[in-house]
């Protein structure tokens, strides 16, 4: 294939799920052959650094939010800057950005979540704006159905599994685990949204002995301290980690298509999860997790004994997780994949180039 210059576009480079896929297209697609470029629409983070280090040349517009009047003239900078011949933007500020830029190029959305943080006004601006994407791609079904019906979208799910996991040996070391010692994980911001809260709550109701300990930082960590959790703040290499764990939990009280679960199943984790969102198209109740509903501590609390109590139970949930993400192609390089076909597509039917 013919190398492309293809920008990618995103809010921050923080290490959230959206920005992690955006980090991991841009790898893969740079790897590949394709000109990279990332524009981060309000603030940069941590990814900038990983970003530069691959040769990806990164821009950080400051956009101070969906309304800024700024919007326009920054991002057609960003992408004449480029010179893309394609745009492909993640999360809903940089949706509206790319839809309002004066550029004749192909653009792309991948929609992440049904947007639930913006409001009335703010959610109309977003939803209109798609209608100037030539693509736009839900990650799961759940989200999809949060989206205007009138709206023409595709479902493509991305991936962020590549690389191999640590041993559990090593990434147990890494954390400063005993061999003996079993391990509940969580993986994600501190955001009210994300449940923390729920599983500080199950923290004392569990049975079994075990430790509890989540790799992430945000605003809710004061309210956390304190309440059983071991707070292991934000870490880059969180993904190689997860192999330290026994049980992987996701106690999210909405979720679109969560990447750290299947990153959990590509390390044979098994996982318990909320039946919310995007959460039961990943974790298959009974046969790669657990599912629970959603703030409930006392459901949370026994599934968590479960798995730790049973470790057959857990290892075969474990073995069948890693055998779906095979079997479904959840893997980065498909991912990757998949897009340099439809930027040529795009571009081929948009003729311009």
């Known amino acids: 294939m013919k190398p492309l210059r293809i920008t990618l576009v995103t809010n921050g480079l923080g290490y959230g799920g959206a920005e992690r896929i955006v980090l991991e297209l841009a790898r893969g697609l740079s790897a590949a052959g394709d000109q990279l470029s990332v524009v981060a629409t309000t603030r940069g983070g941590p990814i900038e650094d990983e970003l530069r280090a691959c040769g990806i040349s990164v821009s950080i517009l400051g956009i101070r939010s969906a309304l800024d009047g ?23 500020v940089s949706d509206i950005a790319v839809a309002l830029a004066p550029k004749r190029i192909p653009r792309v959305s991948t929609v992440h979540n049904p947007g639930v943080e913006l409001g009335g006004v703010r959610k109309r601006l977003w939803h209109l704006s798609l209608l100037r994407f030539q693509r736009v791609l839900a990650v799961g079904t759940v989200v999809r159905r949060a989206l205007p019906r009138w709206l023409p979208v595709s479902i493509d799910r991305p991936s962020l599994v590549d690389r191999e996991p640590l041993l559990r040996k090593e990434a147990r070391l890494a954390l400063g685990i005993e061999p003996d010692e079993r391990v509940v994980l969580g993986v994600g911001r501190l955001l009210p949204v994300k449940g923390f809260d729920v599983l500080a709550e199950a923290r004392p109701m569990m049975t079994t002995k075990a430790r509890v300990m989540v790799i992430g930082d945000g605003p809710e960590r004061g309210a956390l301290e304190g ?26 009280r909405s979720e679109g298509f969560p990447q750290v679960p299947i990153e959990a199943a590509w390390a044979r984790v098994p996982v318990v999860g909320t039946r919310v969102g995007g959460l039961p198209e990943v974790v298959v109740d009974g046969e790669t997790g657990l599912l629970v509903p959603a703030a409930d501590p006392i459901a949370l609390a026994a599934a968590i004994d479960r798995l730790v109590a049973d470790r057959a139970l857990a290892t075969r949930l474990g073995e069948g997780a890693r055998a779906r993400v095979i079997r479904e192609g959840l893997t980065a390089k498909a991912m990757v994949e998949r897009m340099r076909v439809l930027y040529r597509e795009l571009i081929s039917l948009h003729g311009t180039r």
Do not use: Q
């Open 70 to 92: 700024r919007i326009p003239i920054l991002m057609a900078r960003a992408l004449d800057h480029f010179e893309a011949e394609i745009v492909h933007s993640h999360l809903a």
């Open 227 to 252: 309440r059983g959790l071991e707070l292991l703040g934000s870490r880059g290499d969180a993904p190689a980690l997860l192999a330290a764990a026994d049980v992987l939990v996701c106690p999210s």
